[in-house]
Nanobody, 124 residues
Framework: EVQLQASGGGLVQAGESLRLSCVVSGFTFGRYAIGWFRQAPGKEREGISCINTNGGSTYYADRPKGRFTISKDDAKNTLYQQIDSLKPEDTAVYYC?????????????????WGQGTQVTVSS
């Protein structure tokens, strides 16, 4: 029943910034872990960030931390991922995901629901 739709990707120059969006619908229980993942060509899916819809606690992966900021707008049922100082290595399909088990946010282990990805391509 839960649906997630990511958007906001595109072709950008290195050093620029993007703000990805994920519209969430179908929630009947307003306590979820929602986060962002990405998958580059030939690589495994990589967790980036997570936020709890209830309290707003955020968690980040070690490597991309510092250039990625997760946030949400409860009124719009929308999740955001701000990406600053984009690099060519950031090129990937970015996905938003959700999980009913809040502790999974800590280790970015979301697997209950997945949305369609949005392509981010960074040129040098």
């Amino acid at each position: 029943e839960v649906q997630l739709q990511a958007s906001g990707g595109g072709l950008v120059q290195a050093g620029e910034s993007l703000r990805l969006s994920c519209v969430v619908s179908g929630f009947t229980f307003g306590r979820y872990a929602i986060g962002w993942f990405r998958q580059a060509p030939g690589k495994e899916r990589e967790g980036i960030s997570c936020i709890n819809t209830n309290g707003g606690s955020t968690y980040y992966a070690d490597r991309p931390k510092g250039r990625f900021t997760i946030s949400k707008d409860d009124a719009k049922n929308t999740l955001y991922q701000q990406i600053d100082s984009l690099k060519p290595e950031d090129t990937a399909v970015y996905y938003c995901a959700a999980d009913r088990w809040l502790p999974r946010c800590k280790w970015l282990g979301l697997n209950d629901y997945w949305g369609q990805g949005t392509q981010v391509t960074v040129s040098s």
